[in-house]
């Protein structure tokens, strides 16, 4: 149990091939303070290749610069066209990449979930999201909404990280 008493640093990350959120947290006990955030936003007259691996470049720039301890990400969901779901996935893929070859531990949560640790309901919309993001860390600013997904992400993982049935998975 020790373990969970240290403080960590969580990134979280919110893929998308136009805008990858990223946000960086400490979290200690029920304490979570605000250390980083922001996009990574490859051209969209940019080839597909060349955008993904922007997405895998960055992301790996800031997995060294900020030196997170785990990683939490938003599951797929599942877009109105099959051709968007796996553009997402794609953008996805390389961000997951990125976190393996770090040798991050990546935990995957469903975006439901998510909005229901930070906000309290699942089916919570962007401005609620952004504005309870806003409310845990004060020091972010007026953030973004790719940003306020990301770190909301670290957000939900930080307190499901010692939850013993999130632990026996």
């Known amino acids: 149990m020790a373990q969970f008493l240290s403080k960590v640093t969580i990134i ?16 200690q006990n029920n304490r979570i303070s605000h250390i980083a955030h922001g996009i990574i936003a490859p051209p969209n007259d940019a080839t597909l290749s060349f955008r993904l691996g922007m997405i ?6 800031i997995i060294d610069e900020y030196r997170p301890d785990e990683a939490a990400i938003e599951e797929t969901i599942v877009a109105n066209s ?8 794609q953008a996805r893929g390389a961000a997951m ?19 229901k640790a930070v ?16 409310r845990l860390l004060p020091t972010c600013g007026n953030v973004g909404i790719d940003a306020a997904d990301a770190l909301a992400a670290a957000i939900a ?11 026996a998975k």
């Open 157 to 167: 993982h930080s307190s499901m990280r010692t939850s013993p049935i999130v632990r």
């Open 82 to 89: 099959a051709r968007t779901s796996i553009l997402l996935g």
């Open 97 to 115: 990449v990125a976190l393996e070859i770090k040798s991050l531990e990546v935990h995957e949560y469903a975006t439901r979930l998510i909005k």
């Open 12 to 27: 979280g990350i919110d893929p998308g091939l136009q805008r990858t959120g990223w946000g960086v947290i400490h979290a």
């Open 56 to 61: 895998f470049t960055k992301l790996s720039e």
């Open 119 to 134: 906000v309290g309901t699942g089916t919570a919309d962007k401005d609620q999201i952004g504005f309870m993001v806003r």
